[in-house]
């Protein structure tokens, strides 16, 4: 398992852009393919972008498609998550996840991955 930790999380208004960044230690990253996930108060964990071990893959979520893009740098450890366009609902604790395996899956089923940064706030707010 690897240790993640996100950051770059805060308050902003509508239609505004946040980037997230999820460091990574362990010497194995680029075995992997990581996720991200957000959870707001009182409704489940949600799966939004997935990339592949090297980059070359990745998927949305369609409540995020063309609004948030995933992407890695194996050489800094790091994953990130640019987000454009943001709205109230999008207001939640943000996760990024190590996946089991190189490839992301179909779904977002969290028992595809097997660690988990402590998350980071976004706050969307008119």
């Known amino acids: 398992q690897l240790h993640l930790v996100e950051s770059g999380g805060g308050l902003v208004q509508p239609g505004e852009s946040l980037k997230l960044s999820c460091t990574i230690s362990?010497?194995?990253?680029?075995?992997?393919?990581f996720g991200w996930f957000r959870q707001a108060p009182g409704k489940e964990r949600e799966g939004l972008a997935c990339?592949?071990?090297?980059?070359?893959?990745?998927s949305y979520a369609d409540s995020v498609k063309g609004r948030f893009t995933i992407s890695r740098d194996n050489d800094k450890s790091s994953v990130y998550l640019q987000m454009h366009s943001l709205k109230p609902e999008d207001t939640a604790v943000y996760y990024c996840?190590?996946?089991?395996?190189?490839?992301?899956?179909?779904?977002?089923?969290?028992?595809?991955?097997?660690?988990w940064g402590q998350g980071t706030q976004v706050t969307v707010f008119s």
């Open positions: 996840a190590q996946a089991r395996a190189p490839y992301c899956g179909s779904d977002y089923d969290p028992n595809r991955y097997v660690s």
């Open positions: 362990g010497w194995i990253l680029d075995h992997y393919a």
């Open positions: 990339i592949s071990n090297s980059g070359e893959h990745t």
